[in-house]
């Protein structure tokens, strides 16, 4: 009985060995690999392989440029990302701002609205005829109607885009300030100014350096904002090459291979130095007893007011978008076309129906344009993308999960041999989402690969399950390093007893450890899930028709609106998604913090409180006296 | 019940416990007591299987038990940090054993029932979250969880440890009183001399991963075997060589090779009637406890503690000239191998 049980362990571990080194090195390291190589095996002119010729393209050509751009991009990113993410920060949970849960309100919009749709939403309103740039040339008709265009207008607004992680990471680390410490140099006669440069900002200096590297690689890989407004970044220009032939251009192919590298080399080189930074310890907290920090008021009442304006002005930034798309989502073509709310334009045909539009010919003759107008949910098209986003979304965040809960309970097990198996989970960090979606393109477009069984992932309705890998594999190391965190908070006494009491280690881990991981499980689940629902990079870089995605389609609205008489409610309907988007993230927000987070005790009053109204309205028989044990 | 015969654990080159020889008589309370890292809660591991020895037999009821799994033993365990599910309701977490039984939800519930009334926890209480409970009730939640499946033996890791002083007693009298009820067998491991004193039949002192001692609380107290564990169970003074060299002058015919300890509520203060040595002191601080008052007395150039019973009279005040009495006979005497030596 020993030995079978023996026998089913070594069974398991071998499987999972098998599962893990499948992964590891056919869907990281080897198509990887293959893009590295590739780059030295182009064949020149002549036919023959010339390891330096892209090398030497490199060097001599514009591609140069586009690297240039990315670095002029990133660094200017995380001086202002760091300034306005700080600054947000600081105004929710450190000083004493007025509305400030409002503010907090606004500042995390970006937590249900990013990517290719943010975009879009801002272009909407700054664009040379967006509704802000618009109004504001009515009152200053001189003023540049293109300000909102190239590096600048990408600036703005990745600025305000990539603030969502200042607002997790950097208000738990500002949450978690010792109140103590602060009134420790009050005391001792510190000035607000001084308590917050000598005793606050120290504390929050690993945190915001770990931000930076972040923000540095999402400046450097840096997607949606270049391709929708126009900015020659690396990206772009990776996606543009992978999808050209060789018969328009030099090794296209190889060069954006070669592009891709030097972004892996660029990350390989921060994350080297994060690495570095975090194993030379954090600001650990040595207070026994922990105080609650109390909001400082600022007491020079100029200061005051201007922090109060700047605050105000940022929620307008970030909550005037969303608010102008949501009104717009429920305007006509026309309005929405002139960029100006007109109060008798009020539609819902951009989320539902369908209908013809007619139209007069300048020979005048009457034409009609069959289902030139549509909503969102009559839209062949949108409804398609927003499905396989949602499918592919899915799939992705639960495979990632799952593949990741098991790696952790292993790691935890096995700590010398899990390693191994963290470091291999942990790899795609050090490549650009990009590298792998290239890679991956490249390679798996192939019959040839033998451990796909010889099918063409790339090819057809493959390619879905190709995409799938490929979000997995992209979202694995921010799931590990979640989820891993959460099983350091469980008590190892928890096994022994479980094990004590005569349960195995599959119900051990179903029913004690499970559970208790279970909050950052959805948590993950749900933050790598609204990511993917509206990532465009990856898609983008797939570029299949089999696979076209919602932020896909999005991003194909802005073009087929500018097509006469075809599509005609497009920027609605843009319009309309992007509300869907939000919807949708903000659903699976409040699902996963506000429900599935909670813990036990929560749950029994949420219980309680049901259970309480539902006697009051009379549809349950008032309880039994209080306690009556918990159903099986 | 529970016998340890020659145990031996080894981690690496690291020896944990040596020669471990306990034996647990049934309905007993049995104590290992010792510092950190002495080697007690391997022994207890040991005893509950989560630990497999490297040498050495355990049995349970004469039967060899060294190769039984876990959950085959019967054996109930608390754990120092009680391991309550997290996750799970009181109720749930006491029938958590009786589930993976597979006992008729009837039976559940009337098990859970019955255990959840001697260990006073109320419906309500049941139908709350764990986290939702006062320490002292948590703890009555842990041994229902470690009873409610019939264990011949209770094993309690350090229960005490993690509650204020003022609960710690409380619960202490608690659990002795609920083991006389249950009449179950109890090991409970301690690194609290007070409380090993006040609830064991038996203890067995550990001391770098060998018992030094086994015994009653009075032989440990009274006749420790070791210098380790006169040093380690309640106060002590060692006397100094000074000390020794006057009550040798005075015919007692101490060997100055050994160490003499007495404990402090041995040596009695201007009250010669008491002991055969009499002594001159000076106070030198005095701490006030209510109950008694402890005093540092400067005698022969050492300072000697002592705990006088408050009766009510003046204390002594620091300064003051004060006589010791103590009698030889409550000397403990150990050889400089730390063993009891002959007088």
Redesign the interface.
């Known amino acids: 009985m020993k030995k079978m049980r023996l026998d089913a362990a070594f069974a398991v571990k071998l499987i999972g060995g098998v599962f893990f080194a499948y992964l590891f090195f056919g869907f990281m390291l080897i198509p990887c690999l293959n893009t590295l190589t590739s780059i030295f095996t182009v064949k020149n002119a002549a036919g023959q392989t010339d390891p330096m010729a892209v090398i030497n393209f490199f060097m001599a050509g514009t591609m140069k440029h586009y690297v240039f751009n990315s670095l002029k991009l990133a660094v200017s990113l995380v001086i202002t990302v760091n300034i306005v993410g700080t600054s947000l920060v600081l105004l929710t949970e450190y000083f004493d701002i007025k509305g400030a849960k409002l503010l907090r309100a606004g500042y995390m919009t970006t937590l249900i609205y990013g990517g290719v749709s943010l975009v879009t939403g801002y272009l909407f309103l700054y664009h040379s005829d967006g509704i802000l740039t618009s109004f504001l040339l009515h009152y200053f008709p001189n003023m540049n109607a293109s300000w909102f265009s190239g590096f600048n207008a990408v600036l703005f607004t990745m600025t305000f885009a990539c603030t969502s992680n200042h607002m997790l990471f950097l208000r738990n680390a500002i949450r978690g300030i010792d109140y103590n410490t602060v009134e420790a140099a009050r005391n001792l006669g510190a000035g607000q100014f001084t308590v917050f440069f000598k005793v606050v900002l120290p504390t929050l200096l690993p945190t915001l350096f770990s931000l930076t590297v972040m923000t540095f690689i999402t400046g450097l890989c840096a997607m949606s904002a270049p391709s929708v407004i126009g900015y020659d970044a690396i990206n772009p220009e990776i996606v543009r090459l992978a999808g050209s032939s060789t018969a328009d251009e030099s090794f296209p192919q190889a060069r954006a291979a070669l592009l891709s590298i030097i972004l892996a080399m660029f990350t390989i080189v921060l994350l080297t130095i994060l690495n570095h930074y975090e194993r030379k310890g954090h600001y650990l907290s040595v207070s026994k007893t922990k105080t609650k920090l109390v909001k400082q008021k600022i007491t020079n009442p100029v200061v005051n007011v201007i922090a109060h304006i700047y605050a105000y002005v940022l929620f307008a930034i970030y909550s005037l978008p969303v608010i102008l798309i949501g009104l717009f989502s429920f305007q006509n073509y026309g309005a929405i076309k002139m960029k100006k709310l007109d109060m008798s334009a009020w539609t819902t045909i951009n989320y539902y129906g369908r209908y013809d539009f007619e139209y007069t010919t300048p020979r005048g003759t009457v034409k009609q344009s069959v289902d030139a107008i549509s909503g969102l949910f009559s839209n062949d098209k949108t409804l398609s993308g927003m499905k396989i986003s949602f499918i592919l979304s899915t799939f992705a965040a639960a495979l990632g999960c799952v593949i990741v809960v098991v790696a952790c309970a292993y790691i935890f097990k096995h700590r010398k041999s899990g390693i191994a198996l963290e470091y291999s989970l942990l790899f795609p960090w050090l490549l650009p989402t990009i590298l792998i979606c290239y890679s991956y393109r490249v390679f798996f477009n192939s019959d040839s690969v033998w451990y796909t069984f010889g099918q063409n992932l790339y090819r057809g309705k493959n390619v879905m399950l190709l995409m799938i890998i490929a979000y997995t594999v992209v979202k694995l190391p921010f799931a590990l390093r979640m989820i891993k965190a959460s099983f350091y908070t469980i008590?190892n006494?928890?096994e022994?007893?479980?094990?004590?009491?005569?349960?195995g280690p599959v119900?051990t881990f179903l029913?004690?450890k499970l559970?208790?991981i279970?909050p950052s499980v959805l948590a993950v689940f749900a933050l790598n899930f609204n990511e993917l629902f509206k990532e465009y990079d990856m898609s983008a870089t797939f570029h299949s028709s089999f696979a076209t995605t919602y932020a896909m389609v999005i991003k194909s609205m802005t073009e087929t609106d500018a097509r006469a008489y075809y599509n005609l409610n497009a920027a609605g309907r843009q319009c309309a998604s992007t509300v869907m988007i939000m919807i949708v993230s903000g659903i699976i927000l409040y699902l996963v913090y506000g429900v599935g987070s909670r813990?036990?005790?929560e749950r029994?009053e949420a219980k309680k409180r049901r259970r309480a109204l539902l006697e009051k309205l009379g549809l349950v028989k008032k309880a039994q006296?209080?306690?009556?044990?918990?159903d099986? | 019940m529970i016998r340890l015969n020659d145990i031996g654990v080894t981690f690496g080159d690291f020896k944990a416990l040596e020669h471990i020889n306990v034996h647990v008589k049934e309905g007993e309370f049995y104590t290992f007591l010792g510092p950190s890292g002495c080697g007690k809660t391997t022994t207890l591991r040991t005893i509950?299987g989560?630990i497999k020895p490297s040498e050495g037999k355990v049995f349970m009821k004469d039967r060899d038990i060294t190769d039984v799994p876990?959950?085959k033993r019967n054996?109930?365990?608390v754990?120092?940090?009680y391991?309550?599910?997290?996750?799970?309701?009181v109720?749930?977490n006491i029938?958590?054993?009786l589930?993976?039984?597979k006992l008729s939800?009837a039976e559940?519930?009337k098990r859970?029932a019955r255990i959840a009334q001697k260990v006073e926890l109320?419906?309500?209480?049941?139908?709350?979250?764990v986290?939702?409970l006062s320490g002292g009730q948590q703890q009555r939640v842990a041994i229902a969880?470690a009873l409610v499946?019939n264990p011949s033996v209770i094993c309690l890791d350090e229960p005490l440890s993690n509650l204020d002083a003022k609960l710690r007693v409380q619960l202490r009298n608690e659990l002795k009183a609920m083991q006389k009820e249950f009449g179950i067998t109890t090991i409970y491991v301690t690194h609290d001399q007070e409380e090993a004193l006040t609830l064991s039949d038996t203890i067995s002192v550990f001391n770098k991963g060998v018992i030094e001692q086994t015994g009653s609380p009075n032989e440990i107290y009274n006749h420790s075997r070791t210098e380790f564990v006169c040093n380690f169970i309640g106060d002590i003074n060692r006397l100094s060589d000074g000390i020794v060299s006057r009550m040798n002058a005075s015919g007692a015919g101490l060997s100055p090779e050994n160490h003499h300890y007495i404990r402090l509520e041995r040596i009695h203060v201007n009250d010669a009637s008491k002991g055969g040595v009499t002594l001159s002191g000076t106070v030198e601080s005095m701490e006030y406890y209510g109950l008694y008052i402890k005093y540092t007395i400067s005698c022969e150039g050492q300072s000697l503690k002592v705990i006088e019973k408050n009766d009510g009279e003046r204390p002594y005040e620091k300064g003051e000239t004060v006589s010791l009495s103590f009698s030889p006979d409550d000397l403990m005497i150990y050889g400089p191998d730390g063993r009891e030596a002959q007088r």
């Open positions: 008590d006494e928890l022994d007893a479980a094990k004590n009491l005569g349960s119900r029913k004690v559970p208790i279970m813990d036990i005790t029994l006296p209080e306690g009556s044990p918990a099986d | 509950t989560f876990i959950e054996i109930g365990i754990f120092q940090s391991a309550l599910f997290p996750t799970m309701t109720y749930d029938a958590f054993g589930k993976i039984q939800k559940i519930k859970v109320s419906d309500e209480q049941l139908a709350k979250a986290a939702q969880r499946t």
